[in-house]
């Protein structure tokens, strides 16, 4: 096997392949060797067609299809002794392949980039720090109180913090407005759900009751037709329920799998669980400033091909998104879209994976079980889960790579300069301990728009309560 590189541009590179005529033509007499004896043609018996009847019929695909399969074999064996690290799966194109001539194709691909790895210790990073209080424990407590609030109805007006359903239509200078009516609206008094105008006016009304009122929006109201307008309301209350806050009683601690010991007790798996939670927190604003450092830090040629398959993951992961949130069907999104976090994320995996093989690093066997038995005490029964991920090689694989990841951000922390930030639980959970432009990005998320006049989005606050306590 003859094998030629070219650089063609940038990290592409061609390979021209040339193989023996008399290795690719006795690969295809074998295979054709091989069809006679399933070859069925009339006038001829079963395994009795002649080699020349065969070929005459079938040559040029046999012929086609040994290629293919030469080009793949070689390709493989080609790069290996060329030491190439290919990013991508190569273009294969055939130059010959007539009878009496050596068999000749080329590969073109893009390679992995040589990556020179900077002066790490020039790494600079912020670390909040935060203690948790009695004053965090009980605002935690009274949320996961809030959260399994029920709702009773009652003959009465509503009252600040009551839950209502209302109809309502407006009117921008006479005439209907987008965005200013709705049917079924449920929402709570006084906890800032709609603007406040509106929240006014629904006041001291109980089921059945309707009234008119003006209401101004915002002047940076999401909506912009309707910013700082003020809008003429009809509203019909259709249900009026108050709020019933569960009691910290054994039966309400028996729902976060506390059975005994009482309050005390069910204070300190809060705290606990809260610790965890301010733990990783910090951890992850950690490390993200370190990947964000490291991509400043280095410059480095793409693969294509490799920020191509990385923007169809995070294209894959934003519509599994919009599956989970009920979102209905999700949009075409372009490629350009997930562009730049792509690029950057192709960027600070080659960088990490550089460091690991200078490094020679491997993943911690003892931090890898950590790992698994943390992810698994979160479910009913741990040891399924830990004896799945065990006999899951690409499962175990992913962890593996969590944990390396995390080795990375360890030894680059060693050399790096860190700077404490004084902070508080609250602004840690929140991504508020750090000034905005040190703080870790968040990603992307879509907006959408619904009917009522305000909405206060409450469930990151609940997410990040159910995970401080499950």
Request: hydrophobic share 35%.
């Amino acid at each position: 096997m003859n094998v030629s590189i070219e650089t063609t541009s940038g990290l592409e590179r061609r390979l021209t392949i040339a193989l023996p005529s008399e290795d690719f033509e006795s690969k295809i007499t074998a295979k054709l060797q091989d069809a006679r004896g399933q070859v069925r043609l009339p006038g001829f018996r079963p395994g009795k067609v002649p080699l020349k009847e065969v070929r005459r019929r079938y040559g040029t695909a046999v012929r086609a299809e040994v290629a293919g399969e030469l080009m793949q074999s070689s390709f493989v064996e080609a790069v290996q002794q060329e030491e190439l690290n290919p990013a991508g799966s190569p273009n294969l194109e055939v130059v010959k392949m007539e009878p009496g001539i050596d068999f000749e194709f080329t590969a073109t691909f893009e390679v992995f980039p040589v990556v020179e790895l900077a002066d790490l210790g020039k790494v600079a990073v912020k670390r909040p720090v935060a203690e948790i209080n009695d004053e965090d424990l009980q605002n935690m407590v009274s949320r996961l109180q809030e959260q399994r609030t029920k709702f009773e109805p009652v003959e009465r007006a509503a009252a600040e913090g009551d839950q209502v359903m209302v109809d309502f239509s407006g009117l921008l200078d006479g005439e209907p407005a987008e965005g200013t009516d709705g049917e079924d609206v449920e929402f709570r008094i006084g906890q800032g759900q709609m603007i406040d105008d509106f929240d006014q006016g629904v006041r001291g009304l109980a089921a059945g009751e309707s009234s008119e009122f003006d209401a101004t929006f915002p002047d940076d109201y999401r909506a912009e037709a309707l910013q700082g307008k003020t809008v003429r309301f009809s509203v019909t209350v259709k249900e009026v329920k108050e709020a019933q806050v569960p009691d910290l009683d054994d039966e309400f601690f028996k729902e976060f799998g506390v059975e005994e010991g009482g309050e005390p007790a069910f204070r300190d798996e809060v705290r606990e669980n809260m610790q965890r939670e301010l733990d990783g927190a910090i951890k992850n604003q950690v490390k993200q400033q370190v990947m964000d450092k490291i991509a400043e830090l280095h410059e480095v040629q793409l693969p294509h091909a490799v920020v191509h398959r990385e923007i169809h993951v995070l294209k894959e992961q934003m519509l599994g998104q919009f599956q989970m949130g009920g979102q209905g069907k999700a949009p075409e999104l372009p490629d350009e879209l997930f562009q730049e976090q792509a690029e950057r994320r192709v960027k600070v995996g080659l960088v990490v994976n550089e460091i690991i093989k200078t490094e020679e690093m491997s993943a911690d066997e003892e931090r890898v079980d950590q790992r698994l038995q943390e992810m698994a005490a979160s479910y009913g029964e741990p040891e399924q889960v830990v004896a799945w991920y065990r006999s899951n090689p690409e499962q175990m694989q992913n962890l593996e790579m969590g944990v390396l990841e995390d080795q990375v951000v360890d030894h680059i922390l060693a050399s790096a300069q860190i700077e404490n930030v004084d902070s508080s639980y609250d602004d840690v959970i929140s991504g508020r301990a750090l000034p905005p432009e040190e703080a870790p990005e968040e990603p992307a998320e879509a907006a959408v728009e619904d009917s009522a006049p305000d909405s206060a989005d409450a469930s990151a606050a609940e997410s990040s309560d159910k995970q401080a306590t499950d």
